[in-house]
């Protein structure tokens, strides 16, 4: 069930609350509807981290713990999904997202070197920018919605396959 496999792999209520980045939350962080794990808030969660991993600003993790809030996701992971982007993956993902970006304004690509600084991220905005802006929010918006609807399919055929083999036990022990 992906209730037990999501679970193995989020940190502990507690752990995330004392979080320092996500004290500027303050007591909105204590609403039961954030932790809780069911298919809505799971689904919702992780079209939402998916959505932000294509972004490409420093602060992925604070627009998605924000926008969960509202939308009752669950935080812990819409959070975690957020680091489907980590230093291994960006250049791959953000360079996909200027190509699609490329493609659909027209543009034609400019070379340019990954660098990880502020300074380079300013002096390249004029340049790649808008073609990165557009295919990230395309990308996000596209994997937002695929992860959504992903994950609700595979909850729901997850909870019938359980309820079949409940029903074939229970049919077997009867049978018995």
Not at 81 to 96: A, D, E, H, K, L
Not at 116 to 125: A, Y
Request: proline share 6%; with cysteine.
């Amino acid at each position: 069930m992906p209730r037990k496999f999501i679970q193995r792999f989020l940190p502990d209520h507690q752990t995330i609350k004392n979080q320092r980045a996500l004290m500027m939350f303050g007591s909105i962080l204590h609403e039961p509807n954030l932790w809780h794990l069911n298919r809505r808030s799971a689904s919702r969660a992780f079209g939402l981290g998916l959505f932000f991993a294509f972004w490409p600003v420093p602060f992925q993790m604070w627009l998605s713990a924000a926008t969960a809030i509202p939308i009752r996701a669950n935080l812990p992971l819409s959070v975690a999904t957020v680091w489907i982007t980590n230093p291994f993956t960006m250049p791959p993902i953000f360079y996909g997202a200027y190509k699609v970006g490329t493609t659909v304004l027209g543009a034609r690509e400019q070379k340019f070197d990954i660098q990880f600084s502020l300074e380079w991220l300013m002096q390249s905005l004029g340049t790649i920018g808008p073609a990165l802006l557009v295919g990230s929010l395309i990308c996000g918006t596209f994997f937002g919605v695929l992860g959504y609807f992903g994950l609700n399919w595979l909850w729901r055929f997850s909870v019938q396959k359980s309820w079949e083999a409940r029903k074939q036990r229970r049919l077997a022990r009867e049978n018995a």
